[in-house]
């Protein structure tokens, strides 16, 4: 039975690697002779093709209702912006990668793209200027260097429908440095272009355009938010010091325990910047979102609640007033009452021991936003 099994295993398996059933990821090459030149190329395309399926989305979005769509150009204008600046690292380091080589042998290096083809051959250099070359040409250069231009012109005519259309680019920074966020775009460049060079000088230059960076960040301050510019000088600390951590590691493989304390720093200096995004995302969404803000505050009432049904269910007499409040109300009572003796009118006294009675209770009104007593003269006014 078990020689059967085996004779059966063995006639699935080589029907299976004679078929063609299975498609692997060499199988997809295109017109291309390599599969890796084939994805360089579909990278070349990605952008304009999704493009094109956003446009095709608000076409549709604006022929089911015109009314939710006011101003379909500047709708598509602000997303073509976002798809080109979130595809701009891929972009870079795909370009850049094509130019890349890895050494085989002692006297042998290839293309990193594809190890078949030979560095700096023919075929190589004809896939480089082909397709590599207009990646960085159009979409890693052209593209933002027309959005910088386009967002200047703006700033300067004070057009205020093309500021709106590049908010997405300037939220958050002063109006004299609307354009950090390109040299953000230049850094990232900088730092693909790195890839480029040998594994000690790669870490070197890429540890040198942070510090840059840094030094820029520390002396223009380009954010109107602090917690914003201490985020990026913490990310930019991060960066600087996975980078140190790694020329270290590099040069010390061998040292067990060393490597444990530099991936050790590598995980705390992270964290810590993670935290802190994570902190200012939740900020900003409680602050914008009106669904988040209403979950907050929903929870912070019922919370107050809570804390209002203890302290009546344990202490009854908590909110009631000392004997030195009592004494004063009376007095202040009293005062009243005798500038209203001369008119005798009930209502008047009546309200004169209001009056008094609730300038004594200035000191304890409740702010449900805190869950606590406050001197707000201004809740005081509100209540009553």
């Known amino acids: 039975m078990s020689l059967l099994l085996y004779k059966l295993s063995k006639i699935i398996n080589s029907t299976l690697s004679k078929s063609k059933l299975i ?10 002779n390599s599969n890796s030149v084939f994805k360089l190329f579909l990278m070349l395309l990605l952008p ?11 076409l549709f979005v604006m022929i089911i209702n015109k ?16 798809i080109v600046f979130i595809l701009h690292p891929k972009l870079t380091e795909s370009s850049i990668n094509a130019f890349r080589c890895v050494k085989i042998d002692d006297h042998m290096y290839s293309a990193r793209i594809d190890t078949d ?9 004809k896939w480089c200027f082909l397709i590599a070359v207009p990646i960085l040409a159009t979409w890693v250069i052209t593209l933002p260097i027309i959005g910088l ?17 590049f908010l997405i680019l300037y939220q958050g920074l002063k109006d004299d440095i609307f354009y950090w966020e390109f040299v953000n775009t230049l850094r990232k460049i900088f730092i693909a272009i790195s890839f480029l060079f040998p594994i000690n000088y790669k870490i070197g230059f890429a540890i040198i355009v942070m510090i840059v960076s840094e030094r820029l960040e520390r002396r223009l301050k380009p954010y109107k938010s602090d917690e ?39 995980i705390v200096i992270n964290t810590m910047f993670m935290l802190e995004w994570l902190y200012l995302c939740l900020k900003c969404f409680r602050q914008k979102s009106k669904i988040i803000g209403y979950a907050f505050s929903l929870v912070s009432k019922i919370l107050c609640k809570k804390v209002k049904k203890t302290e009546t269910e344990e202490e009854p007499e908590a909110i009631q007033q000392p004997k030195e409040q009592k004494k004063s109300r009376k007095k202040k009572i009293r005062k009243i009452r005798s500038k209203y003796k001369k008119k005798g009118s009930k209502m008047i006294r009546k309200k004169a021991t209001e009056q008094a009675y609730y300038t004594t209770q200035r ?5 449900p936003g805190s869950c606590s007593l406050s001197n707000n003269r201004e809740n005081f006014s509100e209540t009553y």
């Open 363 to 367: 000191d304890l009104v409740y702010n």
């Open 117 to 125: 083809i030979d560095c700096y051959s023919g075929t190589h250099l």
């Open 23 to 32: 498609c692997t990821d060499s199988d997809i090459k295109g017109p291309f």
């Open 149 to 165: 231009v386009l967002l200047y012109r703006a700033r300067k005519s004070k057009n205020t429908k093309m500021l709106e259309t």
């Open 67 to 82: 009314n939710w769509v006011k101003d379909i150009k500047r709708n598509l204008t602000i997303s073509f912006i976002s």
């Open 228 to 266: 914003h510019t201490n985020a990026y000088l913490l990310s930019t600390t991060a960066g600087i010091t996975t980078l140190n951590a790694g020329y270290v590691y590099e040069q010390n493989e061998n040292i067990s325990h060393l490597n444990f304390l530099i991936l050790l720093v590598i």
């Open 48 to 58: 304009i093709a999704i493009c094109l399926i956003v446009l095709l989305i608000w």
